[in-house]
């Protein structure tokens, strides 16, 4: 069972950056992918940025150009860099990880971005 824990929230003014990180409990070598979701008040998770195990990156259409995920294998944490920030990123961002056909989810950890 893989735990994750996210870290790295806050409240920020828009066009400003924050940088979320998620540590899991185990290794993270294998597990392909991981990434962040979100989900906005009264609207469904979504994804926000995954990566896989070789480290190829995709990313929501929404956030291409200001967010940035990477992974430390060393570590075993997956983070998310987040610049440009608008007030539409307000959300809670939750770590995902997909691993022996089970999802995993992390508790989330809440991004509010002032205008």
């Known amino acids: 069972q893989v735990q994750l824990v996210e870290s790295g929230g806050g409240l920020v003014q828009a066009g400003g950056s924050l940088r979320l990180s998620c540590a899991a409990s185990?290794?993270?070598?294998?597990?392909?992918?991981m990434g962040w979701y979100r989900q906005a008040p009264g609207k469904q998770r979504e994804l926000v940025a995954r990566?896989?195990?070789?480290?190829?990156?995709n990313y929501a259409d929404s956030v291409k150009g200001r967010f940035t995920i990477s992974k430390d294998n060393a570590k075993n944490t997956v983070d998310l860099e987040m610049n440009s920030l608008k007030p539409e990123d307000t959300a809670v961002y939750y770590c995902?990880?997909?691993?022996?056909?089970?999802?995993?989810w992390g508790k989330g950890t809440l991004v509010t971005v002032s205008s």
């Open positions: 185990e290794s993270i070598f294998d597990i392909n992918p």
């Open positions: 990566i896989t195990s070789g480290g190829s990156t």
């Open positions: 995902y990880a997909y691993h022996l056909a089970i999802d995993y």
